[in-house]
């Protein structure tokens, strides 16, 4: 375990430039929908929930894809294997998940003590989460993240084993999936049998149950990338 903490240390000089990126998108973000309700703002309208908080996953999936890219090969210049890289990889993606968790709980209070920043604008909120207690809420915004960067981190093994050649097949094979799938659904008339489904789903297996799933198969399938991976 040491090891791997080790190995982990070789992303901490990009963390400040990390950090810097992913949470200055997200103020853009915030500031151009902030400037979109204030143009539309009227106070008998309810609640806006802008969902600009998927500004967040997407720089996230980012910024995993370009660490792993930058870092690998100076890693196996320092003797690391590549067991020892994926496993610290994944205990940063841990970590960090957990970190912008609790940054994005203190921004939610935030929100909702000042009126939604008096526009009534739900940006950092979660609507589906009003009344979870502080560990379900944590999860909630903790989860999420572990899911993403860890799908970044496969991006990232993805180029690895197989350039931007993999990377823009696999996303062509994804989607291609998912539509015929969704097309599929559609065809069998079972969106319903879905949202029932869904409906009867505890908060915490919406939140932290399939979700931890989708991650570990990431996670899976980045190991299984990187193993036959070369700089």
């Known amino acids: 375990m040491n090891r791997i903490r080790r190995v982990a240390r070789l992303q901490m000089p990009a963390w400040p430039q990390i950090l810097g990126w992913t949470w200055s998108m997200v103020a853009v973000a915030f500031g151009i929908n902030l400037l979109s309700v204030m143009a539309n703002y009227d106070p008998g309208d309810g609640v806006t929930t802008t969902g600009g908080l998927v500004s967040?996953?997407?720089?996230?999936?980012?910024?995993?894809?370009?660490?792993?890219?930058?870092?690998?090969?100076?890693?196996?210049?320092?003797?690391?294997?590549?067991?020892?890289?994926?496993?610290?990889?994944?205990?940063?993606?841990?970590?960090?998940?957990?970190?912008?968790?609790?940054?994005?709980?203190?921004?939610?209070?935030?929100?909702?003590?000042?009126?939604y920043w008096g526009m009534r604008m739900r940006f950092f909120d979660l609507p589906f989460m009003d009344d979870a207690n502080p560990v379900l809420l944590l999860l909630g915004y903790a989860v999420p993240m572990l899911v993403v960067t860890h799908l970044g981190i496969l991006f990232g093994t993805l180029y690895l084993r197989w350039g931007t050649t993999g990377v823009l097949a696999s996303l062509t094979l994804a989607f291609t999936a998912l539509g015929l799938a969704a097309a599929l659904i559609t065809w069998t008339r079972q969106w319903h049998a879905i949202g029932r489904w869904l409906l009867d789903q505890s908060p915490m297996a919406l939140v932290a149950g399939w979700p931890v799933l989708v991650a570990a198969a990431f996670a899976v399938g980045g190991y299984r990338l990187i193993r036959r991976a070369t700089a």
């Open 56 to 115: 967040l996953c997407g720089v996230a999936i980012a910024m995993a894809a370009v660490s792993v890219t930058q870092i690998f090969p100076y890693a196996l210049g320092m003797s690391v294997t590549r067991r020892e890289f994926y496993l610290a990889w994944s205990l940063l993606a841990v970590v960090q998940s957990v970190l912008y968790a609790l940054v994005l709980c203190l921004l939610r209070a935030v929100e909702q003590a000042t009126g």
